[in-house]
Each structure stands twice: as structure tokens, then as C-alpha cells.
């Protein structure tokens, strides 16, 4: 692990314009994916910002009734929380699926949505990568590439890797927004699918925030009367990541919302996909995963997309 210098902050606008103006600073707060970046030297930040003491470790009421989660609320936290349970239940569900309990402990809402992909080919230095560094080609997209963990769809001809948050899932099946602060002070508010940048040509440019900006919380819209599930399909019992995710989001009325997790660079969602859910499983897959473009290692995620969501629709 290459050196680097520390501070600690109280404001999150303070926090902001600090990393705006020293060069090569990140935030950090729990720490658990971060850390593990800088002992490979994937990521080698010349100042680490304290943000831990930052007033954003409560989940609050809404003037419209729903939840602001601040973005230091620890994931085993958020998950246990009652109101949560109750009325948001699918994130509960994909909260306790990811990690292991000592690391829920320690990690927080907005590190969880920063984390960045586990692709393998990312984590060996020793490899290119486009998001390591620009430029150097996609190792994923070689002959011979191991690619069973990989994406299917959203990806490009300069990256295949996905997102790996369980709770990234849930939060897009909620509607949730991603609230910031920019370092002039001034408070965005990005939906999931502005906030997580598709690979393109730039697969190193994952977020939409500027440089500086600070997640502070994520909005959780009023509860609606729903079924509400998420199953998550991996290679082994715990601490593993998805396979293929499904969190459901189910109305009385047949109709609902649907968001694949462990197929691309961020959670999948479409509304057209949304709209024949009355239909069932192979109408939603045909329509949400239209234009996938699988290896021979993963296609078989198309397949089992669509059998988890008929198990999840077969329960009641």
C-alpha cells in the first residue's frame, strides 16, 4: 500500500470542498472495499477524507412520506431497521444476502453504492483493464477470458464487468434517488440510473458526480401496498456475489417493478420490461434482457434470469 495523508471532517459540504482541492483525496468510511483496492495499488489516493463524523447516521421521515437514509448508516443498521422492515422489505432481503455480518457492521449506504466491480480481471494488476487504466484494452474480452461472473447486457466492446451491490438492486426496484452535496455546497439529487454510468467507451468513469461530490443520503419514495422479494443466486451459501439477482416489487394488481442484479455495470431495470409483468417471467425476460449479448461462458444467465423470477413468482 502506497503512503497517504488523513484527515477527519464534521460537514459534509466541508468534506466535499476538501476533496475538490487536494489533489488525489477520497473519501472514506467504513472502508471495506476502498482498503482492499489500495493493498492491491488498483486505487493509490494521496489523502483519505475522514467522513465518519459527518451527521449522516440516521434514517429520517420525509415531508412526503418517505425515508432519507444517511449515507453513513451501516448496512446491518439499515437492514434492522423497523421501518424499513415493514415497508421496504426487499431491501432488508438484499441487505443480509450480501457479505458477512462483520462487514455489514462496518459498511455504509454510500460506500455500498461506490463500490466498485469484482471482476477478476480488475483485480489482477498484472492484466488489463479499461477501468484500470484507460486505454489498456479488457482482458475479459480475450480468448481463452473467464467470463461466468460477468455481464450480459449494458456492457461494451471496452468492458463486461457488473456491479456487484445487492442493495444497489433493491434500492432501483424502491425508485430510490441518490442525494449529494457538490463541493460549492449545493445539494443534486440523481435517480440510480443517472447516478451509475453504463461503460461506453469510458468504462472508468462509473458515477455521475463530479469531482468532490459526496454522497450524504438515499431517498426512499412513500411505501406502496406490494409484494416485495429478492432472491439472489450464487455459487455458495454466503459471502459470494450474484450470479443473477432479482428483486420484485409486486401490486395487488398483478402489475410491479422488476431489477436484475449480476447481469450488467448497474442495476437492470426497464419499463417496458415492468409493463407485462401480469404476463409472467419469459414476457418480463424477453422484454428486460432484449439485446443481451452473453458470452459462452454466461449465457446462461439469460436462462436463469428468467427461471428466479418465476420462482419468485410462483410464491405467494
Not at 22 to 49: S, Y
Not at 155 to 160: E, F, L, P, V, Y
Not at 224 to 253: G, I, N, T
Amino acid at each position: 500500500m502506497k503512503s497517504f495523508s488523513y484527515e477527519r471532517v464534521s460537514d459534509p459540504a466541508q468534506a466535499a470542498a476538501r476533496a475538490a482541492h487536494v489533489p488525489g483525496a477520497r473519501f472514506i468510511a467504513g472502508g471495506t472495499n476502498l482498503l482492499d483496492l489500495m493493498k492491491h495499488e488498483i486505487e493509490t489516493p494521496a489523502h483519505l477524507i475522514d467522513v465518519t463524523h459527518t451527521d449522516l447516521n440516521d434514517i429520517t421521515p420525509t415531508r412526503d412520506g418517505g425515508l432519507r437514509i444517511g449515507a453513513i448508516v451501516r448496512n446491518n443498521a439499515l437492514a434492522a431497521d423497523a421501518r424499513i422492515r415493514r415497508d421496504y422489505s426487499v431491501l432488508t432481503r438484499a441487505l443480509v444476502s450480501g457479505a458477512s455480518g462483520q462487514l455489514r457492521n462496518k459498511a455504509t449506504t454510500g460506500g455500498n453504492l461506490l463500490q466498485r466491480t469484482r471482476c477478476p480481471y480488475f483485480y489482477d494488476t498484472g492484466m488489463p483493464c479499461n477501468k484500470r487504466k484507460p486505454g489498456a484494452g479488457c482482458a475479459a474480452l480475450g480468448d481463452g477470458a473467464v467470463t461466468r461472473q460477468l455481464g450480459v447486457i449494458g456492457t461494451s466492446d471496452a468492458c463486461i464487468a457488473t456491479h456487484p451491490s445487492d442493495m444497489a438492486v433493491a434500492l432501483r426496484a424502491l425508485d430510490a434517488d441518490v442525494e449529494t452535496v457538490t463541493p460549492n455546497g449545493e445539494t443534486r439529487r440523481l435517480t440510480l440510473d443517472e447516478f451509475y454510468r453504463l461503460p461506453g467507451d469510458t468504462p472508468h468513469v462509473e458515477k455521475a458526480l463530479e469531482p468532490g461530490e459526496m454522497i450524504t443520503a438515499v431517498l426512499l419514495p412513500p411505501p406502496v401496498e406490494s409484494r416485495q422479494a429478492y432472491y439472489k443466486v450464487r455459487d455458495r451459501a454466503s459471502y459470494a456475489f450474484a450470479l443473477v439477482s432479482v428483486a420484485l416489487m409486486q401490486k395487488p394488481d398483478g402489475t410491479g417493478r422488476i431489477t436484475l442484479g449480476g447481469v450488467a455495470p448497474r442495476p437492470w431495470q426497464r419499463d417496458e420490461a415492468d409493463a407485462v409483468l401480469p404476463e409472467g417471467a419469459q414476457a418480463v425476460m424477453a422484454r428486460l434482457l432484449d439485446g443481451a449479448r452473453p458470452t459462452q461462458d454466461n449465457a446462461f444467465k439469460v436462462t436463469l434470469a428468467e427461471r428466479t423470477l418465476a420462482a419468485l413468482l410462483a410464491q405467494e
